[in-house]
Structure formats: C-alpha cells, structure tokens
C-alpha cells in the first residue's frame, strides 16, 4: 500500500511527463489509425479490381455491345458495296459461322449482285440470356428490324426475333452462331 | 504502461525543469530531438491517411460503374426470379379460350399495376368482344426471356413471344411477337407497370 501511493505521489508531481504521455499515446492511436485506413483503403482497392461481379458485370455489357453491332453489321448489305459489307460480316463473326461466310461468300456475293438490294438493320432492344466467363460464350437475344430495298416496289420492312451465341476471341466478342428464334417451340 | 513509465522518473523531472524554468544551451539541441519524432509521425499519419483514401476512392471508381449498377445475370438468383415472374404473367394474360375472358381478366389484375393495367384494359376490351363472337382460342408461349436491366427493385425484360391463334373448325395459326416490359418489385413480387411493343 505505502510503496503504491509513493509512485501516485512521484507521478503527480511529474505533471508536464503526465500530459506528456496521453499525447503521445494519442499520436500513436493516430499513425496506428491512419495505418488502418491505409491498409483498409488498399484492401477495398484490391478487392475492386479482383471483384468477380464487377469483372462479370463488365463482360456481359462488352458481349451485348458487340453482339448487337455484330447482328446490325450481319443484316445490313448493300450491293453497290458488297466487298466492304462482307468484309464486316467476317469480321463481326467467329467459328462455324465465320467459316460458312468465308466459303459461301462467292456464292453469296453473286446473289446479291443480282437482285441489286439494300439491307439495313435496326436494332431495338437486346439483352444477354447466359454468359459464361471462364469459357468465354455468351448467348444474347436480340429484336431487330431490317429494311430490304430492292431496285422495284417498296421497301420491306420486317422485325426479326435473333438468338445468337458469341465468342470471346483476341479481337473481343464475336458472333460464332446466329439464328433466328424458332416460332413454335415454346418454352426454351 | 508500467515498464514504460519506470525508466523516466530519474530523467524526466530534471529534463523537465531545466526546460520550464532557464532555457540551456543543450536544450535547443534537445527539443528539435524530441520534436523530430513528432513531426515524423504527422507526417507518417497524413501520410498514411492520404494513401488510404486515395486507394478507396480508386477502388470506388472500379467497382461502382454503370455496368455494376445493372445486376441482370451478376445477381442470377434475381435474375432468373423475374424472368419466370414476368414470362408466367404474360402467358397468363395472353392466354384465353372463349367464355373464359372473365378469368384471363382476373389474372391480369394480380400481375399488372399502373400504366401496364390500363394498355391491357384497353387491348382486353377488343378481345373479349372479338373472343366471344369468333369462338377464338389464344395460347401464348414464352419463347426466350432475358433481362436487359435490373436494379433492387425494378426490371427492364425483352421477351420473345409465340401466339398460337386457334378458331374453331380452323387449323391453328402461330404469330410470333416480341415485347419490353418493365416490372417493379412490390410486396415481394414482380408486377408488371409497362409493355412496349420493340
């Protein structure tokens, strides 16, 4: 007891060493604080960029992006610029489907030359139905409606309903299948 | 604490007064060595704050973008509950055989609200009286549905629609059809309060 109130005695007439030392326990609370945050500011950063629903989130909006311009580039040919129509049709595409293009496009080409017609696509709403990642596939669903010209009558116009899968190359999402929804088969 | 204290005691009080009481040649010396460790840690703790913050911030700006705002196909669970929601209300809707108008005009009012309910009101007017003298049978199918937007509590869908159209003594006919509509998470369940023609 004596020796006990001797050292409250010792610490009170050492006031300024008393203030002293909550000070410098404050500060020390202060750096351990704003090590704190850094640390929790640097694991939030971390964990942004390795954020699988973020990463997810994003592919599926470059996979809409390209699908949609992939399935407008594929509806839309004109016959006074065959060459640069079809060139965008292989490049909008991947796979099966690409190779189809490229062996049919002489064939093709000749088609349209004769008919003489104009294609154009709108589209109107598209949507991903699927998308997996670590495979790099993707299936969209797309609304369309395509305006045919041809050098006599009216223009037609016709909304088509497109299921396509798309491919994730070096080249960003391509389109390696493109079809239109089958009527009649309700429930897929 | 104690451990910490313990070796002061015999520096302390003399360091202490000869700083309070007559300034010393060694004191200037001893000040700028005690203040150096202070002004090391402020500068260590904005430091350290500023790191912080900045990496937050960073982290913010990766991770809430326009694409994380939409949760259709991130959030599957969501997902796949108002796609079913919404295709199970429209083959409801779209469905009816004749005398049955009456039921088909009930379902609609327990999956359509606001502006959806009044479209359909005007559409289902037609239809009934159509219906009825026609002997017109209506299934509707849905062909592919997919979410183009969806947040907490509310759902943009792009649905793919088969109608099979069926009058009596007649062969079926099938039209194919597509439809946006927007739903609202209210109560716990998807109603549907807008459908647009593409």
């Known amino acids: ?188 | 604490m104690n451990s910490d204290v313990a070796p002061d005691p015999d520096l302390g009080p003399g360091a202490e007064e000869t700083g309070t009481r007559a300034p010393d040649p060694h004191d200037g010396a001893d000040v700028v060595r005690r203040r150096w460790p202070r002004v090391l840690g402020a500068l260590l703790t904005v430091a350290l704050l500023a790191t912080g913050g900045a990496l937050y911030a960073e982290g913010r700006q990766l991770r809430d973008t326009s694409a994380t705002a939409n949760r259709a196909l991130t959030d599957a669970e969501a997902t796949t509950r108002v796609t079913g929601d919404v295709s199970s209300a429209l083959s409801k809707i779209f469905s009816y055989g004749p005398g049955a108008t009456a039921t088909t005009r009930a379902a609609a009012k327990e999956v359509l609200a606001g502006k959806a309910l009044q479209q359909y009101a005007a559409l289902f007017g037609q239809v009934e009286r159509q219906s009825a003298d026609q002997k017109l049978t209506l299934t509707t199918g849905v062909v592919r549905a997919g979410v183009t937007r969806l947040t907490d509590d509310s759902a943009h869908l792009l649905v793919f629609l088969d109608q099979v159209h069926e009058r009596r003594g007649r062969a079926p006919t099938t039209a194919s059809a597509q439809l946006t509509v927007v739903a609202e998470l209210r109560d716990g369940r998807w109603w549907i309060v807008e459908i647009g023609s593409t």
Not at chain 1, 45 to 74: C, I, K, P, T, W
Not at chain 1, 109 to 124: M, N, R
């Open chain 1, 1 to 188: 007891m004596a020796r006990r109130r001797t050292t409250t005695v010792k610490t009170g007439t050492r006031r300024t060493t008393g203030t002293r030392n909550p000070l410098l326990l404050v500060a020390l609370a202060l750096v351990v604080c704003a090590a704190g945050a850094a640390g929790w500011g640097g694991w939030q950063r971390y964990a942004a960029s390795h954020d699988d629903a973020a990463s997810f989130a994003q592919a599926r909006d470059d996979a809409l992006a390209a699908g949609e311009q992939a399935v407008q580039n594929m509806n839309t040919l004109n016959h006074k610029a065959l060459e640069q129509g079809l060139d965008s049709w292989e490049q909008s595409t991947t796979g099966d489907l690409h190779r189809q293009l490229v062996d049919g496009r002489d064939a093709f080409a000749k088609q349209i030359a004769e008919a003489k017609t104009v294609s154009t696509a709108k589209v109107l709403s598209g949507a991903v139905t699927e998308l997996d990642q670590r495979a790099g596939r993707a299936g969209v669903m797309v609304a369309l409606r395509v305006t045919v010209t041809a050098p006599k009558g009216e223009p037609a116009v016709k909304e088509s309903r497109l299921l396509g899968t798309l491919t994730r190359t070096s080249g960003g999402w391509k389109l390696s299948a493109l079809g239109q929804a089958p009527v009649g088969s309700t429930g897929g």
